[in-house]
């Protein structure tokens, strides 16, 4: 059974700094692409990074140069370091280990960005 799980997330003031972290139990993790996503409320899920087997990272532009993914596949898990927050990071966000048509979610962390 495939397990993803985040964790991390919480209430932090505008210019602070989160790292999430996902970890994923059930399949043969570094052969998977992983990719972060957020829902904001009333919003639609929008990728904000990923990273492939070999390491590379893209983001989306609205976190480039604030947030950092990577990976480490002995321990089957992934990190998101989040820094210079905004309020309008504010969004439930999600692990997605990805490998050609299969794709498994987590339940998602809370992250909210208030003074």
């Known amino acids: 059974q495939v397990q993803v799980v985040e964790s991390g997330g919480g209430l932090v003031q505008p210019g602070g700094s989160l790292r999430l972290s996902c970890s994923v139990s059930g399949i043969i993790f570094r052969i998977y692409s992983v990719g972060w996503y957020r829902q904001a409320p009333g919003k639609q899920r929008e990728l904000v990074a990923g990273?492939?087997?070999?390491?590379?990272?893209s983001y989306a532009d609205s976190v480039k140069g604030r947030f950092t993914l990577s990976r480490v596949n002995a321990d089957n898990a992934a990190y998101l370091q989040m820094n210079s927050l905004k309020p309008e990071d504010t969004a439930v966000y999600y692990c997605?280990?990805?490998?050609?048509?299969?794709?498994?979610w987590g339940q998602g962390t809370q992250v909210t960005v208030s003074s």
């Open positions: 990273i492939n087997i070999g390491g590379s990272q």
């Open positions: 997605n280990p990805q490998r050609g048509r299969e794709a498994f």
